[in-house]
């Protein structure tokens, strides 16, 4: 069979960047070394490219998982641009391609279906024909975003800025270009490309399947921790409208914890949650399919399957009264406190009715005396 066609920007460019990782930077830290500038400037470089891409291209563009104040869009939208994984838009839609067909070889862009090489690297580097191109039709929502077609106009201007353009000014400022131009520039742009890219090949490989099967993604924490939370990627799959991936206090996500402290600076807004209910059901469900399986291999397997069924459905039951009530507790408190603001507004239009009224009163009087 013919292969696919190459893209031979891409492949350059990976390989170029690559190559300099691999030889460049090892053979500039034995003759000349690294000083403590390069090292932090890559650190907060690299950080600055995560996080742009995960919490604006992942969370907020692509799934909407809530909204972010302009300014903070500018930030992610420059910061996309200097990860260099294409405009927000084109992400965005390539990845909503991914949710829509996760797994299926023909449609999603980068199927873990195909082996770890294609989804985590190959898909880029070969033109495959067949798998679905994004037209962008199933991102119209951010055509609507002026920030979002803006930097999508001016991409190539944009991470060529950023790319030289930073790494250059930081090299200025400290005395060490082609250090910085190195270590902030190239190594950066490669660790900052694979640490994304273990997403689509890894986090859909190696990992545990808590809360569905039915897709290949996986939750593994110590992906998360290359990958700014985003290696709870089976329960970002079931429930991507979720604004966390790590939804446990001590799963890292810092992604999360970014969006959270955001919003009390009020550049976020609408952190979208699933309800706790739908998630311990979809935890449940996939233990109960498990030890099904487990039980079949016993002896005594009708039995235990039917006692298996029985206590599944009380947990099932147990839950639906829980969150029923708690439910209907928070409504209550809503109404409480609605209450209670409405007694406060009576009190206060109570006692400016009345001051009206003693004043007409009063001017009433004078007019009535004067005609007396
Ligand atoms: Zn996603
Ligand atoms: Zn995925």
Known sequence: MKQAPIIWTNVLLFSITTLVALIGVPWYALTVGFGWSELIATIVCLGYCGMSITAGY??????????AHPLLQWIYAIGGAFALQNSALHWSADHRVHHRHVDNNDKDPYSAGRGFWYSHIGWMLRDYPGVEKPDYNNARDLQKNPIVMWQHRNYLW???LTNFGIPLLLGL???NVLGMLLSAGVLRLVLSHHFTFFINSLAHIWGKQPYTDQNSARDNGLLALLTYGEGYHNFHHIFESDYRNGIKWYQFDP???FIKAASWLGLTSNLRTVPEERIEQAKAKMQ???AREQV???????QLLQLL???YEILSARMQDYYQLKKQILLQRKEQLMAQYQAVDFKHRYLEFKQHLQ???QHWQRLVTAFS
Do not use: D, I, S
């Open 58 to 67: 992942h969370r907020l563009w692509a799934h909407k998982t809530y909204e």
């Open 158 to 160: 944009l991470t060529v």
């Open 173 to 175: 400022f400290t005395g």
């Open 255 to 257: 992604t999360k914890w």
């Open 288 to 290: 109960l399919l498990r």
């Open 296 to 302: 079949k291999l016993r002896p005594n397997a009708e």
């Open 309 to 311: 069924e029985h206590e």
């Open 359 to 361: 004043q007409q009163q």
